[in-house]
């Protein structure tokens, strides 16, 4: 990042996420039109079988996507370098370096923790939580409880977090964490200390802070899950500090929220395809 510097990583990343939406676009129409392939443009050099393309997990389609984009717009951003003593090689390499820097996730964190049930049988949780990229900060993203959750998964759509972010110019990076648990089979004290707990474990190795990492509510939470990883940080690590309440987003209203938080994603929506 020092070497590339945060304001053209910015710049790329708003350059790809325009190509990366035109592809998202075709492969959805394409699958509609009864197509077997992921997206004929999506494909990276090393050709892929239709059950090698079935079995593709979400993180690496996300990423072929995304190296089908950096093609299309790499032309474009080299002539954009205003680095006039630089050759054209020089510049390709520059371009080439940033998309290395895009791609990856930074940092991802898999921690297993024990919570004693109401019944007195202790269970290990396992919970994810990725930092896809630090270009801006505080990484933002949802956190997630669904028996489904997986690492991948988290991976995907902490690194789709970032893209959308960039696309819209918000000043932040990608993140995205999950629970592997079905929330219908807990009590509501049983998913109480799994939250508390949770947040003490991203607390702990640096995934959970305001201006580091600021979660919010995703499938299966909501503003209950909030305002408990909200008070288990004020009781702990974010005694006495000013912004502590800033750790989240999408808190109750008489704890720090926003009118208008719950019904966003459908607003969203609803201006999207009007």
Known sequence: LLVVGFPQIQHTFSKLTMSLGRCFGRAQRQLLAGHRQLASSSKTSTSLTAEEEDNLGFSQMVMNFVED????????????EKKPRE?????????????????????FLEVNFPVCRDNGEIEIIQGYRAQHSQHRSPTKGGMRYNIHVSADEVKALAALMT??????????????????IDPASYSEMELERITRRFTSELTKKGFLGA????????????????????DAYKMSFGHGKLDAHAVVTGKPITQGGIHGRVSATGRGLFHSVE
């Open 163 to 180: 893209y959308k972010c960039a696309m819209v110019d918000v000043p932040f990076g990608g993140a995205k964490a999950g629970i592997k």
């Open 211 to 230: 201006g580091i990492d600021v979660p919010a509510p995703d499938m299966g939470t909501g503003e209950r899950e909030m305002s408990w990883m909200v």
């Open 69 to 80: 984009a950096s093609k299309r717009v790499s032309e474009h951003l080299i002539n954009e």
């Open 87 to 107: 050759s054209i090689e020089e510049k390709r390499r520059r371009v080439e370096g940033m998309f290395k820097v895009i791609l990856p996730c930074n940092h």
